[in-house]
């Protein structure tokens, strides 16, 4: 186990809604960085937190934000929900520093219908 | 942009056999490389990463290896054990301030008891 867990494990939501996604980061990690899987595929980089800013993005719209709290840990939300966006999300906090090993969560499965 | 691509996309061995999966990356500047292994309804689990200082890297039964100059990098398990089975993603770090990773597509190890 990595230490860094994720809420909630699964949830269906309806194509146009808004959903929210949680992470606490493993103790003493301040970098915590969101990841879309889709099924089949590997991970793709969402964007990343670190001291309660957004420090880096991937080719993601706008409709995805996050937050970033001062216990490190962190939110994903995604608006106007699309049939695409259905994937696994998950979450991977760092110690510090780029480059550094990322340690992932169990992650968060959305459907959208 | 910055591209991973990852071969074979399946593998079946017997028990005791070694497994070979091969990584190539685009960006010649990246300068970390990580192994994760997923199972089915996990999050990707670190079990082993390299530095582009060092061109080989061992852990008990898993090795990596790192070719610079061709951009390769490779994962090798020997005396493969049926909880071996998963799917085993490579990635890179390219050269900026996030911990972005950028991912191969994955590879389906089955071992065969």
């Known amino acids: 186990e990595t230490g860094v867990t994720q809420s909630p494990t699964h949830l269906i939501k309806t194509r146009g809604q808004q959903v929210t996604l949680r992470c606490s980061s493993q103790?003493?990690?301040?970098?915590v960085s969101w990841y879309q899987q889709a099924l089949g595929q590997g991970p793709q980089f969402i964007f990343q937190y670190y001291r309660e800013e957004e420090n880096g993005r991937g080719n993601f719209p706008p409709r995805f934000s996050g937050l970033q709290f001062p216990n490190y840990s962190s939110e994903l939300n995604v608006n106007a929900l699309e049939l695409d966006d259905s994937a696994l999300y998950l979450c991977a906090s760092t110690p510090g520093g780029h480059g550094s090993e990322q340690y992932f969560g169990p992650g968060t499965r959305l459907t959208v219908t | 942009g910055e591209n991973v691509e990852q071969h074979p996309s399946t593998l079946s061995v017997q028990e005791g056999d070694s497994a070979v999966i091969k990584c190539t990356y685009s960006?010649?500047?990246?300068?970390?490389f990580p192994w994760y292994k997923q199972e089915l309804g996990k999050g990707p689990q670190l079990i082993i990463d390299?530095?582009?200082?060092?061109g080989e890297k061992k852990d008990q039964r898993i090795a990596v290896t790192l070719n610079k100059t061709a951009k390769h990098f490779s994962l090798h398990i020997t005396e493969t054990q049926p909880e071996d089975s998963a799917v085993y993603f490579c990635?890179?770090?390219?050269?900026?301030?996030?911990?972005?990773?950028?991912f191969g597509t994955g590879t389906l190890l089955a071992v065969q008891p």
């Open positions: 960006d010649s500047a990246s300068n970390y």
């Open positions: 103790s003493g990690h301040n970098t």
């Open positions: 390299i530095r582009s200082n060092v």
């Open positions: 990635a890179s770090h390219p050269p900026g301030a996030t911990n972005k990773l950028i």
